[in-house]
């Protein structure tokens, strides 16, 4: 019994834990952001294609008709 409550909690949390690793895939090659990689010296986290370095998802959906999905994790020179 303890076995169907642990397997249904992660169950239930699965989608939540891997979002963000499905929205950051392909961001660059999908063409989505294409302009971020075609530079001579991209930033490291954009040459990786680790999005999330960087930035946080703050809505499951992306891309949006309307505002933002992503949001920086801090500002200015804290980055």
Known sequence: MVFVRILSFV???LPTLSLPVVAAEGCL??????EFAD???PHPPVA??????CH????????TAQ???????????AL
């Open 29 to 34: 090659t999908a063409g989505c952001h294409a």
């Open 11 to 13: 169950l239930f949390c």
């Open 48 to 53: 990786d294609e680790d999005c999330l370095y």
């Open 67 to 77: 505002g933002s999905s992503f949001e920086l994790v801090t500002q200015g020179a």
């Open 56 to 63: 946080i998802q703050n809505r499951p959906e992306h891309p």
């Open 39 to 41: 530079v001579a010296s």
